[in-house]
T-cell receptor, first 114, second 112 residues
Framework: DTGVSQDPRHKITKRGQNVTFRCDPI?????LYWYRQTLGQGPEFLTY????????KSRLLSDRFSAERPKGSFSTLEIQRTEQGDSAMYLC????????????FGPGTRLLVL | DQQVKQNSPSLSVQEGRISILNCDYT??????FLWYKKYPAEGPTFLIS?????DKNEDGRFTVFLNKSAKHLSLHIVPSQPGDSAVYFC???????????FGGGTRLMVKP
């Protein structure tokens, strides 16, 4: 399977705990995106990497959120001191270089903060 | 402010008939539009796209129409099949950034 993969698929945590999610993009894609989706809404942009450089961050990405892509391949998204409002589906997408290339999404990580 | 809107949260269609899903946008900087389909517990799957230099793009049973003057696009599915039942998201590209801006989605139910 050469699609975008995410791990874990589901995470339940208690408020105040830290969580980390991983995304493995399609191998030849150098652009990587993180989105968050809450119930009944469309995905909302969080952050964007071109290779290992984090080029854009949404104002939705509070200081409790940090994302990395150390070698320009996989990426991690960490949420510190989780809050109940962080409960959502976290989606990763990747695309190849170019003007308007399609973004391909992974299956997502569903986070529930109790 | 919602720059991409899908005003119908749900749509029910009989198998074999046409499904028409609508999307409106407000930002005239958007120059590329995509439709994604999403099943429960899965990520969005790319369906079809259209550049702002075109007004129609067709791929099998799926056709996307773009009306730039009205800032409106629509997805036509003909004929609709039960397997098309999913949530459909319209997304736009070009808002001075590298991200997609999504609408809220429309849940399509195709009845056998």
């Amino acid at each position: 399977d050469t699609g975008v993969s995410q791990d874990p698929r589901h995470k339940i945590t208690k408020r105040g705990q830290n969580v980390t999610f991983r995304c493995d993009p399609i191998s030849e894609h150098n652009r990587l995106y993180w989105y968050r989706q809450t119930l009944g809404q469309g995905p909302e942009f969080l952050t964007y990497f071109q290779n290992e450089a984090q080029l854009e961050k949404s104002r939705l990405l509070s200081d409790r959120f940090s994302a990395e892509r150390p070698k320009g391949s996989f990426s991690t998204l960490e949420i510190q001191r989780t809050e109940q409002g962080d409960s959502a589906m976290y989606l990763c997408a990747s695309r190849s270089a170019g003007g308007r290339e399609t973004q391909y999404f992974g299956p997502g990580t569903r986070l529930l903060v109790l | 402010d919602q720059q991409v809107k899908q005003n119908s949260p749900s749509l029910s269609v009989q198998e074999g008939r046409i499904s028409i899903l609508n999307c409106d946008y407000t930002n005239s900087m958007f120059d590329y539009f995509l439709w994604y389909k999403k099943y429960p517990a899965e990520g969005p799957t790319f369906l079809i796209s259209i550049s702002s230099i075109k007004d129609k793009n067709e791929d099998g049973r799926f056709t996307v129409f773009l009306n730039k003057s009205a800032k409106h696009l629509s997805l036509h599915i003909v004929p609709s099949q039960p397997g098309d039942s999913a949530v459909y998201f319209c997304a736009a590209w070009g808002n001075a950034g590298n991200m997609l801006t999504f609408g809220g989605g429309t849940r399509l139910m195709v009845k056998p």
